[in-house]
């Protein structure tokens, strides 16, 4: 007998998009296991100078190809206005805005200011430290701008010390957080907190413990070969048999 499966939403894609191959390589293989929505940073913002910092605007074509060709939705990060107005000219579905910009009230401001009046999902995730009232601020000056479709994806927080985790997921500051802002639809991004492929299942498991919205979560067709965040993205294959092993399936 077919076990009755959790529908969640699912968000998943490369860290980056590195070129039309990759992209179309892994956005059919993720429509093959029945994702609707493709992430994929153009514009990486990476730790150290020097290291690949995305293809930029080169890439807005290859994810309009997915859109055409394939039928999916796509979305990308935008850390500038002049990213949103790139994003908004090429038909992007939705963007998100990254835990190094969400950590700056005046970044935001800049970014609120430049999605007003854009009818498109902006999902935002929590600032890099664990600071629950810049996180709320962030969400607020969103609102603040009339944007009406705001999603919230936790990715967990830098904090010193050694722990299992890339990014602690503080999970008690993840749930005060939520208890603010009800009904808003809430991810987990278990991918740059567990930063290792072997503990991406465990933060999944908690994750769907605490009843979350949907994963936002990295594949890539050939992990090992990632310009970016290689050791934590899973194929298409993996993500299915770990989406399995979960009980949940996606949902439309
Ligand atoms: C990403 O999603 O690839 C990314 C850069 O994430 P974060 O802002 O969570 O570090
Ligand atoms: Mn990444």
Redesign the pocket.
Known sequence: MKKEYNKIGIVAGP??AENRGQMLETAKGLKNIGVGTI?A?LW??RSRFGTFEGVGEHGLVWLNEIQQELGLKVMT?VALPSHVEAVMKAGIDMV?I?????VNPFMIHELAEALKGCDIPVWI??P?CPDVELWIGAVERLQHAGLKDIRI?H??FCTVGHHPYR?APLWELAEDFRTRFPGMPFYC?P??IAGKRELVPSVCEKALSLHIDGL?I?SHCCPQEAL??SSQQLTPAALSGLLDSLHVSIEK
């Open positions: 860290c980056s992430r940073g990486k913002p990060e998100w990254g835990a190094r910009t969400s995730k929590n890099v994806i990715r967990g990014n991004d991918s740059h936002f990295e970016s965040d």
